[in-house]
């Protein structure tokens, strides 16, 4: 199998379920943003499409079965490190059900207003926050290389956010 070469982007999808105001989010529980609450997703398969990714990963991820989900954005991430990433981030509005088990960690709902007090990668924060307005975006983080978030910039709009 060939190595992906250091410092080339990886395509992933974040898949956002939302209920109201809360989010399905995971308690991951490897690497990367182990501990952390993040959207459930995953890299794209050889020649699948980023919206077939985000159906397929939400359901081998949380047996949901989405029709199709929203288009929301982009996040890309860049690092010294091999931590670089393309992610589509999509969205599902789907009916309030018990988190169902994942064995990528522990499923819970969390309201938008609590997000701030659980552990979330400091870039998904602005993401919900554009979901929630119904705004698109096109965001740009830039990592050192022990994975500190150094800046970010939303680029439909050219704004230093971080």
């Keep these: 199998m060939n190595q992906i070469p250091k410092g080339l982007k990886r395509a992933a999808t974040l898949c956002i379920l939302k209920n109201k105001d809360s989010f399905l989010l995971l308690k991951r529980l490897k690497e990367p943003n182990k501990d952390s609450f993040t959207p459930v997703g995953g890299k794209l398969d050889p020649f699948e499409s980023p919206l077939k990714a985000a159906i397929r990963e939400t359901f081998e991820e949380t047996g949901i079965k989405v029709e199709t989900m929203k288009y929301c954005g982009i996040l890309t991430e860049s690092s010294p490190t091999k931590y670089n990433w393309i992610n589509f981030v999509y969205i599902a509005e789907i009916d309030f059900i018990e988190p169902p088990f994942c064995n990528e960690g522990t499923l819970m709902w969390i309201p938008f207003d609590e997000l701030l007090n659980v552990p979330t990668p400091k870039t998904d924060?602005?993401?919900?926050?554009?979901?929630?307005?119904?705004?698109?975006?096109?965001?740009?983080?830039?990592?050192?290389?022990?994975?500190?978030?150094?800046?970010?910039?939303?680029?439909?709009?050219?704004?230093?956010?971080?």
Excluded: R, V
Excluded at 141 to 160: H, P
């Design 125 to 162: 924060w602005f993401i919900y926050k554009y979901i929630l307005d119904g705004k698109p975006f096109s965001l740009n983080a830039e990592y050192d290389e022990n994975l500190n978030l150094l800046s970010m910039i939303e680029e439909i709009e050219n704004t230093k956010i971080i």
